[in-house]
């Protein structure tokens, strides 16, 4: 495993975790799109099915159960714990406009031509999509939260530094995946927006007042 894998990795962690303390300690999920988080939950069951028909390492497995884990304790924060305080007014992106694409996608365009395959490389399309309800109830509010906006900070810098593990693998080991990279760019470009407000405004020490879309 090489640094850029780690640090993505530690950086995806600090995201999830940092969403669901900012849940936990409030009490509201006032600012949080529950459909990015459904899509997010979508895309982990969907990739780490090989959960149940192989072993890699102890790592792999640990890293992709607590992703499954903390996907569906968000949705439950979310629609059950708090829901008094989900802002559903605002979280209004249509997700079946991104989740029938990609699933039509998967089924033309992957490595093998088998369900756990198919599965796979829908979770990486969709995963690369799936921030864009959260993007959206952003520019619906004009505001976010700095704890909201920490966790689309290092939600990005996860893919950010998953590109740089993709272009080591390559040089290092010659392994290239089309598929995960081109997503990757996708997704990374979502953010790149976001990415100058965050700094601009941190430097600046002050809100949030974003306009995605």
């Known amino acids: 495993m090489n640094i850029f894998r780690l640090t993505g990795d530690l950086s995806h962690l600090a995201a999830i975790i940092i969403l669901l303390l900012k ?4 009490r509201s999920c006032a600012g949080i ?17 090989d959960l149940l028909t192989s ?5 792999n497995t640990t890293m992709k159960v607590i992703y499954i884990g903390c996907a569906y304790a968000t949705v439950y924060l979310i629609y059950v714990k708090f829901k008094a305080t ?4 605002h979280d209004t992106f249509r997700v079946e406009f991104l989740v029938v694409p990609v699933g039509g996608l998967a089924f033309l365009v992957n ?10 490389t829908f979770s ?3 995963e690369s999509v799936a921030i864009l309800p959260q993007l959206f109830m952003i520019s619906k509010t004009g505001e976010a939260e700095t704890i909201t906006t920490h966790y689309l900070f290092f939600l990005g810098l996860y893919r950010a530094l998953y590109l740089f593990n993709w272009i080591w ?6 392994f290239f995946d089309m598929i995960a990279i081109v997503a990757g760019v996708v997704q990374t470009i979502l ?14 020490g002050s809100e949030y007042v974003l306009g995605y879309i």
Do not use: M
Not at 23 to 26: A, D, F, G, R
Not at 55 to 59: D, E, G, M
């Open 169 to 174: 693998r390559f040089y290092f080991e010659g």
């Open 191 to 204: 953010y790149c927006d976001f990415f100058y407000l965050y700094v601009t405004k941190e430097l600046k």
């Open 33 to 49: 799109s529950g459909k990015s988080q459904l899509l997010f939950a979508l895309v982990f069951t969907t990739r780490y099915l």
């Open 124 to 126: 990486i399309y969709l």
């Open 111 to 120: 490595h093998d031509f088998s369900p756990l395959e198919i599965l796979w």
């Open 55 to 59: 072993f890699i390492s102890l790592y």
């Open 86 to 89: 989900y802002d559903g007014n």
């Open 23 to 26: 849940i936990w300690k409030t």
